[in-house]
């Protein structure tokens, strides 16, 4: 059975920063592209950054510089470092794993900056 578990989301300030990760079993994770993706409350679900099997990485243009995606292939794990987080991050993150047409997700972790 193949689970995606979010986790490292939460509260923080304008500014801040939040590292959050996705642990993935049920797949050999090392073959498989992983994204982040965020749907911020009645907003469509738009992707944040992808890292391929081989670490080639690809954000999207409002948190480049920002947002840092990484995997640690030993940990089955993808990490998304966030830096100067602002409201318009606010969102629940999703984790994806995508390799040859089959894809799958994690069940989420909110964000939320605030002061």
């Known amino acids: 059975q193949v689970q995606l578990v979010e986790s490292g989301g939460g509260l923080v300030q304008p500014g801040g920063s939040l590292r959050l990760s996705c642990a993935a079993s049920?797949?050999?994770?090392?073959?498989?592209?992983m994204g982040w993706y965020r749907q911020a409350p009645g907003k469509e679900r738009e992707l944040v950054a992808t890292i391929t099997s081989g670490g080639s990485t690809n954000y999207a243009d409002s948190v480049k510089a920002r947002f840092t995606i990484s995997r640690d292939n030993g940990k089955d794990t993808v990490y998304l470092q966030m830096n100067s987080l602002n409201s318009e991050d606010t969102a629940v993150y999703y984790c994806?794993?995508?390799?040859?047409?089959?894809?799958?997700w994690g069940q989420g972790t909110q964000v939320t900056v605030a002061s």
């Open positions: 049920g797949i050999i994770f090392g073959i498989y592209t």
């Open positions: 994806r794993s995508a390799y040859s047409g089959t894809t799958y």
